[in-house]
């Protein structure tokens, strides 16, 4: 089993519609983000979390807000899909230490009609 | 603010023949760590290869190494002996420690292995 899960792998939704993505790690990292791939732009932040009471905005905030429900849990919602959010959604975890590498989800597929 | 630039969106290599990938960045931090993230038709990121930057022995890990100039903020990958299955898409990234391990993604190289 993958250590960082997201689900759902795919979605197709209309405009105007909530949605929710979620992840779940088996890491037992403390720190968890949100990031978000379109094509030519590479990866961009969109929310952090550093422990359950923490959560940091990122880069392009907007539109996008998150729960950190548990240690292992981080989910992202869109409030209200707008069609320039279709793009693909990574989540990821590190630890704190000194290596800093980023453990990455398989991604979640956004479609917005 | 940080920025890393990878000006090769796309490059191709016959299988066997080795390719570098060009990255550079700009800080002003001195403490900081780069990595190298391949992302295959599968979508998955896979960390290829890391650097810290107080390092000055460039990394290795088999086929890949880095040509790391910390002076000109030059990072560069190299793959020797390509194989089909390096073809993907590769990110060139810049860590600080400080702020949270912020991470900061260049735009990528997609990389082509031809038979």
């Known amino acids: 089993d993958a250590d960082v899960t997201q689900t759902p792998r795919n979605r197709i939704t209309k405009t105007g519609k909530r949605i929710m993505l979620e992840c779940s790690q088996t890491?037992?990292?403390?720190?968890m983000y949100w990031y978000r791939q379109d094509p030519g732009l590479g990866l961009r932040l969109i929310y952090y979390?550093?422990?359950?009471?923490?959560?940091n905005k990122g880069e392009i905030s907007d539109g996008y807000s998150v729960s950190r429900q548990a240690q292992a849990k981080f989910s992202l919602s869109l409030e209200s899909a707008i069609p320039n959010q279709t793009a693909l959604y990574f989540c990821?975890?590190?630890?704190?230490?000194?290596?800093?590498?980023?453990?990455f989800g398989e991604g979640s597929r956004l479609t917005v009609l | 603010a940080q920025t890393v630039t990878q000006s090769q969106p796309e490059m191709s290599v016959q299988e066997a023949e080795t390719v570098t990938l060009s990255c550079t960045y700009d800080?002003?931090?001195?403490?900081?760590?780069l990595f190298w993230y391949k992302q295959p038709p599968s979508r998955q990121m896979i960390l290829v290869i890391r650097?810290?930057?107080?390092?000055?022995q460039n990394a290795t890990e088999n086929r890949f190494s880095v040509n790391f100039q910390k002076a000109a903020k030059s990072f560069s990958l190299k793959i020797s002996d390509s194989q089909l299955g390096d073809t993907a898409m590769y990110f060139c990234?810049?860590?600080?420690?400080?702020?949270?391990?912020?991470?900061?993604f260049g735009t990528g190289t997609s990389l082509t292995v031809i038979p």
């Open positions: 990821a975890t590190s630890d704190a230490g000194a290596t800093g590498e980023l453990f």
């Open positions: 890491k037992g990292h403390d720190r």
């Open positions: 979390s550093f422990d359950v009471k923490d959560i």
């Open positions: 800080t002003s931090e001195s403490n900081y760590y």
């Open positions: 650097q810290e930057a107080y390092k000055q």
């Open positions: 990234a810049f860590m600080k420690p400080r702020a949270g391990n912020q991470f900061y």
